[in-house]
C-alpha cells in the first residue's frame, strides 16, 4: 500500500522559511501530477502547488506566486515545497497528493480528490 509521509512543519514567524517533504515510493520519474494542498480552519481546502513531472512543468496559486517553489527529487523519492517569505495567512495544515503514473493532462487537477493518493498533513504555522 502507498503512503505518503509528510514532515517539515512548524511554527515560524513572518518573513521566515519552512520546507516541506512528501516520501512516497511513487515518486520515482513515472509521469504524474504531483500537489500541495492546504486548509485552513473554516476555510476550503486550495490547491497550493502542482508539478507534473514530464516536463517538469509547475503551477502555483497567485496567494505564492514567487514565495514557494515545488519540486520533486525522484532519486530520493520525495516531493518538496519550500516556502519562504512566510505570511500568517500561509497558516494551514498543508497535504501533498498525487495522481496515478502516466497521467496524460499537463494541466494538474485542482481538486484533492482527483488525486488518488494523499498525505495525512503537516501544520504550518506563522506568527506576525
Known amino acids: 500500500q502507498v503512503q505518503l509521509v509528510e514532515s517539515g512543519g512548524g511554527s515560524v514567524q513572518a518573513g521566515g522559511s519552512l520546507k516541506l517533504s512528501c516520501t512516497a515510493s511513487?515518486?520515482?520519474?513515472?509521469?504524474?501530477?504531483s500537489a500541495w494542498f492546504r486548509q485552513a480552519p473554516g476555510q476550503e481546502r486550495e490547491v497550493v502547488a502542482t508539478i507534473y513531472t514530464s516536463g517538469w512543468i509547475t503551477y502555483y496559486d497567485d496567494s505564492v506566486k514567487g514565495r514557494f517553489t515545488v519540486s520533486q527529487d525522484n532519486a530520493k523519492r520525495t516531493l518538496s515545497l519550500q516556502m519562504n517569505s512566510l505570511k500568517p495567512e500561509d497558516t494551514a495544515m498543508y497535504y501533498c497528493?498525487?495522481?496515478?503514473?502516466?497521467?496524460?493532462?499537463?494541466?494538474?487537477?485542482?481538486?484533492?480528490?482527483?488525486?488518488?493518493?494523499r498525505g495525512q498533513g503537516t501544520q504550518v504555522t506563522v506568527s506576525s
Open positions: 497528493a498525487a495522481t496515478g503514473p502516466r497521467y496524460g493532462n499537463i494541466r494538474c487537477p485542482s481538486l484533492r480528490g482527483d488525486y488518488i493518493y
Open positions: 511513487i515518486f520515482n520519474g513515472s509521469h504524474r501530477c
